[in-house]
Structures are given as C-alpha cells and as structure tokens.
C-alpha cells in the first residue's frame, strides 16, 4: 500500500529530506554567492553595473562592439544602466528553433526621493519621498536606510551616491509615534496608519551659522552637499535616488536553512539566472537571459519590458547573424520558449487562510512554476498552454529537480503579475517560475536556500535543452 501511494500522489515532501552533506555544502555556497552580490547590488543601476562586470569576467561582449555573430558567441546589451539582456548563440538554426529565453527583473519596492526632495520642518532636515512598487507603508518606518542612486549635472556630470551601507557611514530613517500618543494612529485602518507624505526621510539636526539664513538646517545640509558633491538644490531635479533598507543579506535560521534580504523579488531570480548563464557553454537553441526594469510599477518605461528595446536587441542579433528578413522577429518570437521568472508568495503558516494550502508554493520544496498569474478569475492572466507545462515538467524530472505547481493566494483574494504576459503576447511560450518568497515586498524577504539551489539547477536544464 506504501508503495502504490508513493506511485500515485504527488511527493510534497520537504527537498532538505535525504540531502546528503556534499549536496547540502553546495547549496550554502551558492547561497553565500548570492548574498555576497546582493550586498552590492541593491538597485536595478547596482545591480546592472554589477552584472556587466561578472558578463565582461565570462567572456561576454557588448553587442555593439561586434560586426557579426556566430554560434558560441556571447553578447550583451545594456539598456540605459538599468536593464540588460545577454545571449548566447545556439549551434542550431534560430530561424527553426526560436529562443530560449529566461526573463527577471531587477527592479524591487523602495521609496524614491521626490524631485524637489529636501525641507526643513520643525528643527528637522528631512528628504521626501515617492514610494515605487506596492509597499506596506508601515513597514518603512524606524529601520536602517540607506541612499542609492545618481544625480546628473545639466554638463553631464553623473555623481554616485551610495551612503549607509558602509559601517563608517550614517544611516538614516522614517521616524513614528510612540505608542503612548498614538491611540488615534492606532484605531485607523492598517493602510492609513502611515501617510504616504509622511514617508520623509530623516537627514539632519544641525543649523547653519549663517545668521541671515531662513531654513538653517536645510542650508546647512546644502552646504555639505555642495562640499562633497559639488551639487546645489536644483540638481536633485535631475537626479535619481533611491531608499533602500540598510540591512544586509544574512543565513537565516538555527539550521542556516534560509536567507534573510531586501530586494529578493526578484533579484533572486535574476541573480540566479545570471550566474547559471555565466556557466554556460555551448547551446544548441539560443539562450537569452533579460534582467528587466520597472515590473514592480507595470513593466511601462523605455528600461521596462513593454518597451521595444528587446525587440531591438534580438532585431541586431538577427542582423549581425546575416539572416534577418521582414517578419523574421515576429516568427521568431512565436517559436521561442520562457520561463518568466519572478518570485512566487510562499505559504506562511501565520496567515494560512489567504492560502489554498494544495495549491500554495512552499518555502523548501524546490522550484514553484505559475501555470498563470492574475486576480480574481484570472484576470489579466498570461496562462501557460498545458502542453508546454508537460514540455517544462518533463525538464524538470529528466533531472531530477524537485518543483512544485502553484497559484498565488486563494481564488478571491488577490494575485499577482509579472513580465510574462508580455513575451506571451508577442507569440512565446511562457511560464512563471521562481522561488517561494515570505513577507514579499517587505524591506526583509525570506527565502530557502534549497529553492535557490533548485532554481539554479532549473535555469541551466532550460538553457541546456
Ligand atoms: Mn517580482
Ligand atoms: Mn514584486
């Protein structure tokens, strides 16, 4: 009887059953591969900037600087510091084959600094904020942040700004009520507990000796600016900062078994995806890999995913191969294959009635792939064909990589989208798949590391197939 239910239902199983400790010292270390880069990688330019220097170490080339392409070559092509696609050229015939594309974005929730950022209220120098993506609003307040980002000067000068996340620089924060006085802030609904225009920023305390001065401490916090940076006031008009927790990437857990980071959804898939690319030799379809912008704020943008430029970046490869023709994209797109590949809600036993618990993602039990995404009836959904799900089940088992189908959250309460949709709509083949993710958008994620490993492990099958 053992046996035969064995045969017939599908193992749940936890992936930490029957690891060996070879097994296990390989997934730590890919995981502390992980973190490491996360720790300087915690916005889409860091991020970017980051991914060039490993493509350059590979032997990847931007795709500008070639005249032709052949199969084994290794390109790139970087969008405006803030997404990328790299690509390999497949030893088999592109215009038969189509692509086998695995897309991310490196793009995560934050508050960003409004254009005209800085004030003086109260005693207080204080930076304004726009918050990017769907946050919890509470959840920003009275932790470390850091500042991240560039200001361009009207000459073209670009200064980096990166401060807090060295040990020897300051930190800065969102400051709240103390419970004593907050009997009112506490009766009001979760969502309005923080305003939105109360995300500001604390900066400084100090005024200026200028006695003639208006906002003292303001002008004081400009002084420092205009001595470090060269900048005044109105250079925050052309610039572009972000807010990030200061936290760094840390194991999680007695047993080490998680980790614990800001910005895993979804630089884990994107980070992932990356390094199982930079392994990569020859391939016999051509693998793409995108690292995409702006997804948390719907994909729109010139750097986002609806835009043309990866259109353009398959356009050149076509051209540079010698082999493009009207229509070409168009039917090559419609051959091709992807793993849309964004983090999947994972179920926590705290708020398990927003789960079906037989159709959640589970931290732990390997990959999680989205047959589709959605809300409420599907809507908006990009839904994979069940004959490509049977394609990319039959990956998954031929090496031995456990996975799990899943939907994100019960029918009627919410949902979620990715980039998917997009590459679907042009003709691919797609499906989500990425690694379970708790307190998504949270400034800490958690994730397993044996999902990651899992992840990896299903990256490189793709590609290889
Ligand atoms: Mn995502
Ligand atoms: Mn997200």
Request: aromatic letters at 10%; hydrophobic letters at 35%; one cysteine or more.
């Amino acid at each position: 009887m053992k046996e035969e239910s064995k045969k017939l239902f599908i193992n749940k199983e936890t992936g930490w059953k029957n690891i060996t400790p070879e097994q296990k010292q390989e997934i730590f270390k890919l995981s502390e591969e992980y973190m490491q880069f996360l720790n300087k990688a915690k916005t889409e330019r860091e991020f970017i900037k980051e991914a060039k220097k490993l493509a350059d170490k590979n032997g990847y080339t931007d795709i500008i600087n070639k005249k032709e392409l052949k199969p084994g070559d290794k390109i790139y092509f970087i969008n405006r510091e803030k997404s990328m696609y790299l690509a390999i050229i497949g030893e088999q015939n592109i215009e038969e084959n189509g692509l086998h594309i695995i897309g991310s974005h490196v793009d995560s929730p934050r508050l960003d600094l409004k254009p005209n950022p800085l004030c003086e209220e109260g005693g207080f120098a204080y930076f304004k904020t726009h918050y990017y993506g769907g946050i919890k609003k509470y959840q920003w307040t009275t932790i470390p942040l850091s500042l991240h980002g560039v200001i361009v000067k009207t000459n073209g000068e670009k200064i980096e700004i990166n401060i807090g996340e060295s040990e020897k620089d300051p930190i800065f924060t969102i400051t709240d009520l103390l419970p004593h006085l907050a009997q009112e802030q506490m009766e009001k609904k979760l969502k309005d507990g923080i305003g939105g225009e109360d995300l500001k920023i604390l900066i400084g305390s100090i005024p200026s000796d200028d006695e003639k001065a208006s906002e003292k401490i303001k002008q004081n916090i400009l002084s420092l600016l205009n001595e470090k940076y060269g900048i005044t006031e109105i250079d925050f008009n052309s610039s572009e900062i972000e807010v990030v927790p200061a936290f760094k990437a840390r194991t999680l857990g007695l047993d080490q078994s998680m980790v614990a980071a800001y910005g895993q959804d979804d630089k884990i898939c994107s980070y992932i995806s990356l390094a199982a690319m930079m392994q990569l030799q020859k391939v016999k379809n051509t693998a793409v890999c995108i690292l995409s912008d702006k997804e948390e704020i719907g994909s729109m943008g010139n750097t986002g995913m609806e835009s043309h430029m990866f259109d353009f970046f398959i356009s050149e490869i076509l051209n540079k191969l010698g082999i493009n023709k009207p229509n070409l994209l168009d039917r090559i797109f419609c051959l091709s294959k992807m793993l849309s590949s964004d983090v999947d809600a994972g179920y926590d036993p705290i708020y398990e009635s927003v789960s079906d618990t037989l159709n959640a993602g589970y931290l732990g039990k390997g990959i999680a792939l989205n047959k589709y995404t959605g809300a409420r009836g599907k809507s908006g959904a990009s839904d994979a064909n069940a004959e490509y799900v049977a394609w990319i089940r039959n990956i998954l088992e031929k090496n031995n990589i456990k996975y799990q189908v899943t939907e994100l959250g019960k029918v009627d309460i919410g949902g979620g989208g990715t980039i998917a949709y997009i590459l679907a709509n042009k003709g691919a083949d797609v499906i989500d798949c990425g690694v379970p993710v708790l307190s998504m958008h949270a400034p800490y994620e958690v994730t397993s590391k044996y999902d990651i490993y899992e992840a990896y492990k299903t990256y490189e099958a793709f590609w290889k197939e």
